[in-house]
């Protein structure tokens, strides 16, 4: 028992020994700075700093932005549901964006005289269009018979007097020198005019597309009430932009001899009435 005691009397005047921590200059042996401590002391230090630092890191973890940074941290619920949100917007917007452009490229092709217009509705109007289909290609037998619909359908032309509810003035006033002609897939007339011929819309509308083209030059394409669609090509110069609304016998462009598909300055002039080209002839008097 008296060992037992030495040995714990030992153990306590072992941490109340004091000890002196001397820092002095190497070359005078002048003390610069002393500590006096012992091994208690040390010891309640180190847990006092340790207990701060836990302190003062749960604090920085549970209170601060910095929790966002630990590793597998899985976030606030509104950080989540944010997160989500900005997820799906982002989804929407890339989906928009696939659409909008279909249709840019949908609708180059019909002033190109690539596809229809009946063509150009069924694919972009459509309730089943899905705008995650939009890179896949159609197969050859698919490809087939939508050449024959398109043969058989897209040329039944309605020669009759205007039904609207409204008539059309002339664009221009000119001498015809390519009729329409569905067999030749030529579903225009082509009036014969000198550069910078005020060419006028026919009815009031909104212009739905204004650009440069390749092979048209410089289009202008209005839609009018009634479903009904002009088309101007080959100008000079637009005077309207997309998405402006136009009044019956506004000018909207200057005629011209841009587009790689002209051979002399004229007017190509296509009217659409319900998915249907149609010849502008039966409705409008071109002559001067």
């Known amino acids: 028992m008296e060992d037992k005691k030495k040995k714990s009397n030992s ?3 072992k941490l109340t020994y004091h000890y002196r921590i001397l820092i002095i200059n190497d070359d005078t042996y002048e003390e610069k700075i002393s500590f006096r401590l012992n091994r208690l002391n040390v010891f309640v230090f180190t847990g006092l700093f340790a207990f701060f630092l836990i302190g003062l890191t749960t604090f920085l973890i549970a209170f601060t932005p910095i929790r966002t940074y630990i590793p597998g ?63 896949l290609v159609p197969g050859k037998m698919d490809s087939m018979l939508r050449k024959e619909v398109a043969e058989r359908e897209r040329f039944k032309i309605n020669h009759q007097k205007n039904t609207l509810s409204y008539d059309f003035s002339a664009p221009v006033k000119g001498i015809i020198v390519n009729k329409f002609d569905a067999k030749r897939k030529h579903y225009a007339v082509d009036i014969a005019l000198s550069k910078g011929t005020p060419v006028k819309s026919i009815a009031k509308g909104r212009v739905i597309f204004a650009d440069w083209s390749p092979d048209t030059g410089n289009t202008i394409i209005i839609k009018h009430p009634d479903n009904v669609i002009s088309i101007y090509k080959h100008n000079q110069k637009l005077l309207r932009k997309t998405g402006d609304l136009v009044n019956q016998g506004e000018v909207i462009a200057l005629s011209g001899n841009t587009g790689k598909k002209t051979t002399g300055p004229h007017l190509h002039f296509e009217l659409w009435i319900k998915d249907t080209p149609v010849d502008p002839t039966d ?6």
């Open 283 to 288: 409705f409008i008097n071109f002559k001067s």
């Open 11 to 13: 153990f306590f005047k």
């Open 73 to 135: 941290y899985s976030g606030e619920t509104g950080l989540r549901k944010k997160a989500i949100h900005l997820q799906l917007k982002t989804d929407s917007l890339e989906k928009k964006l696939l659409v909008n452009t279909y249709y840019l490229n949908q609708l180059k092709k019909v002033l190109n005289n690539e596809i229809t217009m009946e063509e150009f509705n069924q694919s972009y109007q459509s309730k089943n269009f899905n705008p995650d289909t939009l890179k």
